[in-house]
């Protein structure tokens, strides 16, 4: 998990680097305006100052970061009895604990808790995952390795794609995204708040005989980060652009995530963004 003011960088962030790196040592660097502008309206900016600029916010991140909370170490032991099926290495149990970028800390979002385990409603989406995993065609299975190949990165792109559209200056596009950023990793901090509160125990813990399609991490089953941070970029775009909501399906699959651990979870990122706009951080 990234601290909650990263935004994405994939591996073309180390060629940009190199870029402007060379830029700098020039003095002065051509700016393009907007396509089809007239050469008299571009303007000349020295590269440096520019440079200095990101490094100098970058030290500031920096320095955050070494004081996010990340790099605790968790000295507990995972609980026992009913309902807790984790095993003896959890996966990062004190990420709810982590600094956040726009709530207070990562308790302030708290959904209710999960379907008490054995209870009519554990049993009843147990079975719902069930029938589901046994249930998949081919072209129902065929997405699982783009989505673990890719995780949020077709999340981002239309992001980026609309913004790109609707020509948003460079500022707005920085701001967008670095909501988009802090509001989802909020989310998730949010939702490991919530899952190693109830230590919930995954489906396939619950029925072994449920069958898989890629590794079960070993974290608690509620609430589902994949779906808060789904709702938190999302809503997001959708406070940016408000007239484009709506017009694409939700990313969200049907099955696991439709239970109480999917809906739960996507509601968090709204909440996110509400709780944003309350402190006056719109778009």
């Not at 440096?48 to 790099?71: E, F, P, T, Y």
């Not at 299975?141 to 995780?151: D, S, V």
């Not at 396939?204 to 898989?212: G, H, R």
Request: aromatic share 6%; net charge positive; hydrophobic share 40%.
């Amino acid at each position: 998990m990234q601290p909650a003011y990263w935004g994405p960088c994939r591996g073309d962030c180390q060629q940009t680097r190199r870029i402007l790196v060379g830029l700098e040592d020039r003095p002065q660097s051509r700016v393009v305006g907007r396509e089809g502008a007239p050469e008299h309206s571009r303007a000349l900016w020295p590269a440096g100052i520019g440079l200095a600029i990101g490094r100098a916010v970058a030290a500031k991140a920096i320095a955050r970061a070494q004081s996010d909370g990340s790099d605790a170490r968790w000295t507990r032991t995972v609980p026992t009895g009913p309902g807790i099926g984790v095993g003896t290495t959890p996966v990062e149990p004190l990420a709810g604990t982590w600094r956040t970028g726009n709530l207070t800390s990562g308790s302030q979002i708290r959904p209710g808790p999960p379907p008490a385990f054995g209870s009519p409603q554990f049993q009843r989406e147990l079975e719902a995952v069930k029938r589901l995993a046994t249930s998949l065609t081919p072209l129902e299975r065929a997405p699982a390795p783009f989505w673990i190949e890719k995780g949020i990165a077709p999340i981002w792109e239309p992001a980026h794609a609309v913004m790109a559209r609707a020509k948003v200056s460079p500022a707005r596009a920085a701001r967008i995204s670095a909501l988009m950023a802090t509001s989802a990793a909020d989310g998730v901090i949010s939702v490991w708040d919530v899952k190693y509160l109830h230590w919930s125990i995954r489906p396939t813990q619950a029925d072994p005989t449920i069958p898989t399609l890629i590794p079960v991490p070993n974290y608690p089953a509620y609430s589902s980060g994949f779906s808060a941070w789904v709702g938190a970029l999302t809503e997001v775009m959708a406070d940016a652009f408000p007239e484009q909501s709506g017009s694409a399906p939700s990313p969200i699959p049907v099955g696991p995530e439709s239970t109480s651990e999917g809906r739960r979870s996507y509601e968090v990122g709204p909440l996110v963004l509400i709780t944003m706009e309350a402190g006056k951080r719109q778009v």
